[in-house]
């Protein structure tokens, strides 16, 4: 008996909505859209993070373990040792 009771309430809960939608179409458009606009947006932006460090992971992939670099200054300085390096 409790089943049936279960069913007869989701059947009569969902006519129910279905009627609201009907009734209230404008809402209901706008409300699509918002979902719409919003789930895209997200998907926007997760695209986008991912294509930017896909970029910065291969910009960095460029330096290999055998390269070096070469500084006019020192990396680090203490006191006011950088005047001989001012032209």
Request: positive net charge; hydrophobic residues 45%.
């Amino acid at each position: 008996m409790g089943a049936r009771n279960l069913k007869n309430i989701l059947k009569e809960s969902f006519w129910m909505a279905i009627d609201a939608i009907r009734q209230n179409k404008l809402r209901s458009i706008l409300t699509l859209l918002g979902i719409s606009i919003g789930v895209f947006s997200v998907i926007g932006v997760m695209t986008a993070i991912r294509t930017l460090e896909s970029s910065v992971q291969s910009g960095l992939n460029v330096f290999a373990t055998n390269t070096f670099i070469i500084q006019k200054y020192p990396e680090i300085q203490f006191g006011h040792g950088d005047r001989k390096y001012r032209n």
